[in-house]
């Protein structure tokens, strides 16, 4: 279980000016909210929060988050980046018990090299980059790990074929696909179909704007 300590101030304005100049003065505001905590406004600070999240859980870390005189085993519930420059701009900690399963997502990591697949000029089709697990605070992995160095042209992972560690599970269809193994001539046929449709549709429009300027 990664676990880090986080201090965090209470009692920050709120308002885009106030929120402007927190986050100039390298803060980042947020909420703390769960298990009947009255949502709390409070701000963290940037380089602290970033220290908090760097170990091998990365935002999956459990935070102990301490505010005022007391501190919460928390989690990330939501974080907000700035479109552009992709810094933190407001991150929510959400309250949880160690011994109560919650649901997050899990980032899906693939190992190993597809030298077959890659012979045959195929590529890797990953549908899924994420994976949502239920699983306690404690037991929530730093990664699903997909080892692709057998796959060849036509394999497809799913769900149910993913080797989860202990104490966790998914919620999600078992016959979801996480990455498909495709043929460049598949890719090409798709490609082909998409644009034959799209010249379809076109005609299709054409055709029906000619009848309406008849009529």
């Known amino acids: 279980?990664?676990?880090s300590t986080l201090v965090a101030e209470t009692g920050r304005r709120t308002g885009s000016r106030a929120t402007g100049r927190l986050r100039a003065a390298g803060k980042i505001p947020g909420v703390l909210y769960g298990h009947g905590i009255t949502p709390v406004p409070l701000a963290v600070d940037r380089r602290e929060l970033r220290h908090a999240l760097s170990g091998p859980a990365g935002v999956n870390a459990v935070v102990r988050l301490q505010v005022g005189g007391d501190t919460h085993p928390t989690v990330v519930?939501?974080?907000?980046?700035?479109?552009v420059r992709r810094t933190v701009t407001h991150i929510d900690f959400i309250v949880v018990r160690m011994d109560e399963e919650i649901t997050?997502?899990?980032?899906?990591?693939?190992?190993?090299?597809?030298?077959?697949?890659?012979?045959?000029?195929?590529?890797i089709?990953?549908?899924l980059t994420t994976l949502a697990v239920l699983t306690t605070p404690a037991d929530i992995p730093p990664q699903i790990t997909i080892d692709i160095t057998?796959?060849?042209?036509?394999?497809i992972v799913r769900v149910g074929d993913l080797v989860l560690p202990a104490g966790v599970t998914s919620e999600l269809d078992p016959d979801t696909a996480v990455l498909i193994a495709a043929g460049s001539a598949e890719l090409e046929?798709?490609?082909?179909?998409a644009v034959e449709g799209e010249g379809e549709g076109e005609?299709?429009?054409?055709?029906?704007?000619?009848a309406d300027a008849s009529e």
Not at 203 to 210: D, I, K, L, S, V
């Open 1 to 3: 279980m990664s676990e």
């Open 77 to 83: 519930k939501d974080l907000q980046r700035h479109p």
């Open 104 to 123: 997050v997502d899990v980032p899906i990591v693939l190992e190993g090299e597809a030298k077959r697949l890659l012979a045959d000029n195929g590529v």
């Open 125 to 127: 089709e990953q549908a």
């Open 150 to 155: 057998n796959l060849t042209v036509g394999d």
């Open 189 to 193: 046929e798709e490609a082909v179909e």
């Open 203 to 210: 005609e299709a429009g054409a055709a029906e704007g000619g």
